[in-house]
């Protein structure tokens, strides 16, 4: 019987990012091997593999291993099961620019927010760039001092696309799958690790809720600006056949809007839970 290659694991800076060697996501991975590739991911956040010259079906069967899929939630999409063309599809980046060259993370304005998300990079610029960065929230939330973090352990955010979809070009009312104004905890504990995370964006995220807009404004510009540091952040530089599994409930990321042409990226869903609080 042929042996298979071990999974190894390679961080890329301490608090972010893995690059993942000796997978092969065209075939099917047995239970072990599914465990090293999610503890990698919820240890890590992002882990990359390289050289992934796969099908959309491959990445479905793939994602399959990790839960249930999903779709953003202001995709034109059945709100019932949702289609495994709407679960991993192509994605046009270059319009998409001004909405994602903004730190964040997936579908905070849904009250279930996908879990994990893959992008693979089908085709890149001819112009170079168009690197995307991920950042740690674990990491942002304990380097917080703690009277800073006593206070914002108790508070929630409310999170709706009223900036995001007019960048995107999309309309609020005709896109979304329903209405999408969620309240979410700004510090969220991950439901598998336990740990804390800072969970407001500056994507979706629009106001804290039960203070001043003077205070809610003032509380998020030093909760982004902080968790915004290069220390708790990596950034990937594409190559096509890449593709990139991320941990969407403890991790943000920033897409550099820097290049000219055409960029497609394949992107999936696994569903997520309701955030939860400290409280
Ligand atoms: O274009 C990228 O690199 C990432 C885009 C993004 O943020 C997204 O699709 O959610
Ligand atoms: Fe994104």
Request: proline letters at 5%.
């Amino acid at each position: 019987m042929a042996t298979r290659t071990r999974i190894e694991i390679d961080p890329i800076n301490p608090v972010v990012g893995a690059v993942a060697s000796g997978a092969d996501l065209s075939r099917s991975f047995d239970p072990e091997e599914v465990a090293t590739i999610r503890k990698a991911v919820l240890t890590h956040g992002a882990v990359f593999f390289r050289d992934q010259d796969i099908t959309q079906a491959d990445t479905v069967a793939f994602l399959k291993n990790f839960g249930e899929l999903c779709t953003d939630p202001f995709a034109k999409a059945s709100l019932e099961k949702v289609p495994d063309e709407f679960t991993v599809h192509d994605m046009q980046t270059y319009g998409n620019g001004q909405a994602t060259a903004l730190w964040h993370m997936d579908s905070t304005l849904g009250a279930e927010p996908a879990a994990f998300l893959t992008l693979r990079a089908l085709e890149l610029p001819p112009s170079g760039g168009s690197d995307t960065c991920w950042g740690s929230m674990y990491a942002a939330y304990e380097t917080l001092s703690q009277p800073v973090r006593d206070m914002i352990d108790g508070l929630e955010a409310e999170h709706s696309g009223y900036k995001t979809l007019p960048l995107l070009g999309l309309g609020y009312g005709e896109t979304l799958q329903q209405d999408m104004r969620n309240t979410h905890p700004v510090v969220r504990v991950h439901p598998e690790t336990g740990r804390k995370a800072l969970f407001v964006n500056e994507l979706w995220t629009e106001k804290i809720v039960g203070v001043s807009s003077h205070e809610s404004q003032s509380i998020l510009d030093m909760l982004w600006k902080h968790s915004q540091r290069p220390e708790f952040t990596m950034r990937w530089k594409w190559q096509v056949n890449d593709i990139v599994m991320w941990d969407n409930m403890a991790f943000q990321h920033y897409a550099v809007n820097d290049y000219e042409g055409s960029r497609v990226l394949q992107k999936g869903y696994v569903k997520g839970d309701r955030p939860v609080g400290p409280g």
